[in-house]
Nanobody, 119 residues
Framework: QVQLVESGGGLVQPGGSLRLSCAAS????????MGWYRQAPGKPREMVAT???????NLADSVKGRFTISRDIAENTVALQMNSLKPEDTAVYYC?????????????WGQGTQVTVSS
């Protein structure tokens, strides 16, 4: 098991930047995929960005060129740098991890952090 705690959300004006951080309760070096999802009011949860154990990133088309995802193995953190924010980026952002141990797969979720983009 691993606990994930997000931080860094808040209110920002359109065009601004925020950096979200996800702190894990133990090493993330063996977690196969970590990432960020978001959920806006009345909409389904959607993938924003993921990063594999080999540091291969995958970003949703809607955030490509604006967001970047990174891992810090030494600090057991995953960050989401969000630039050129738009009102449609407003959502609760969740950190997630997926770990495969033998034949078993485990999914981990944080409690979420609110990001509001508004003037």
């Amino acid at each position: 098991q691993v606990q994930l705690v997000e931080s860094g959300g808040g209110l920002v004006q359109p065009g601004g930047s925020l950096r979200l951080s996800c702190a894990a309760s133990r090493s993330i070096s063996n977690i196969n995929v970590m990432g960020w999802y978001r959920q806006a009011p009345g909409k389904p949860r959607e993938m924003v960005a993921t990063i594999t154990r080999r540091d291969s990133p995958n970003l949703a088309d809607s955030v490509k060129g604006r967001f970047t995802i990174s891992r810090d193995i030494a600090e057991n953190t995953v960050a989401l740098q969000m630039n050129s924010l738009k009102p449609e980026d407003t959502a609760v952002y969740y950190c997630t991890g997926r770990e495969v141990i033998g034949l078993d797969q485990y999914e981990y979720w944080g409690q979420g952090t609110q990001v509001t983009v508004s003037s």
